[in-house]
């Protein structure tokens, strides 16, 4: 009886299923940077005497951290179909949701991939007219708010120094109401500044980009990325590239095999490895070199057929898969009776 890791039902009359190739799963780590001026930038040198304030929005981005993975996709050149009947001892095969062989007779290899990036909780925006004082929120003018805004914080500042000091009117009882009152004035200032220096939001995604090359290739494009606009399309020239470099480094396993032996017989239960080559592959922009790495390949190796006696009533046989190459791991063949 054969039966899928994801199918409802056993599988009667065969199990179809695929061989993977290698490919490149790219997980990128982007920061969004928004810089939002403040209502009162423009008079921010005239009463805080800060003559940096900046007066147009910006946002930018810029890559924090790059992950190059290889990971396996169906080969749809290697699709075969595992036999069933009586004169094979075949109890189930595994097959990923994409139709890959995972393993036979046994569980798959457990999928060691990292979760998905999950950003931190954003801290709220102070609204700075929650902390504005009924004279500043009843002035007639923009420069008479800002004006007031700038004196409130001044008396915020010297009210920190009084307790700091010890000189305040009313000292605190204890430290922990020490901290708490001065923490309520540092929120206090900071909201007030937010009108003359602006808000900066930070927000941090992870992009995923996967790339397939069959081929040796010097330089195949694997996607863009702007300092204005992020990860962008590949046909969105507003994007520097990164590319992808593949290298077959002519290390496939010698085959030895006779004749007679590389012949798939009739009566083979139709399943099949992957003996892969090896490959140096490179990620790299129009500066550097971003990623490198020297990888197991299955478009520069070859299939191979698993005999029929590894499959008969007298042994039983298991293995797994690797999920990103296909090649056996855990290969385990026992007679039966012993």
Do not use: W
């Amino acid at each position: 009886m054969f039966t899928s890791a994801f199918a409802q039902d056993p599988v009667n009359e065969g199990a179809p299923y695929y061989l993977p190739k290698t490919a490149f799963k790219f997980r990128i780590l982007v920061q969004k940077t928004t810089f939002t001026p403040g209502e009162y930038a423009e008079y921010a040198s005239r009463y805080l005497k800060q003559s940096d304030a900046v007066l147009e929005p910006k946002t930018s981005y810029k890559i924090l951290d790059l992950k190059m993975q290889p990971i396996g996709v169906p080969d749809a050149s290697k699709h075969y179909t595992a036999k069933a009947g009586m004169k094979y001892n075949i109890q189930k095969i595994h097959v990923s949701d994409n139709g890959v062989l995972l393993s036979v007779n046994t569980d798959p290899a457990p999928n060691k991939e990292e979760p998905l990036f999950t950003p931190a909780r954003k801290p709220a925006i102070l609204n700075p007219r929650d902390y504005m004082s009924e004279d500043i929120l009843a002035a007639g003018s923009k420069a008479k708010m800002a004006q007031l805004c700038a004196e409130e914080i001044y008396t915020i500042r010297n009210s920190r120094n009084d307790l700091t000091r010890g000189t305040a009117e009313t000292m605190p009882k204890d430290g922990e109401q020490l901290k708490l009152m001065l923490a309520s004035l540092n929120t206090q200032e900071k909201a007030l500044r937010q009108l003359f220096e602006g808000v900066t939001e930070v927000d941090t995604t992870e992009h995923v980009v996967t790339v397939v090359a069959d081929v040796q290739t010097p330089g195949q494009l694997a996607f863009r990325f702007s300092e204005v606009f992020g990860i962008t399309a590949v046909d969105d020239f507003s994007g520097s590239p990164y590319y992808i470099s593949v290298t077959d480094l002519r290390q496939t396993p010698e085959d030895t095999r006779t004749e007679k032996e590389k012949i798939i017989q009739k009566d083979d239960p139709g399943l099949f490895i992957n003996v892969p080559g090896k490959a140096h592959v490179v990620l790299f922009n129009a500066n550097k070199t971003v990623k490198e790495m020297d990888v197991f390949y299955p478009q520069f190796g070859r299939v191979e057929a698993l005999s029929a006696s590894l499959f008969n009533k007298k042994v039983s046989t298991s293995f797994q898969l690797n999920q990103a190459t296909g090649t056996t791991m855990h290969l385990n063949v026992q007679e039966i009776g012993k």
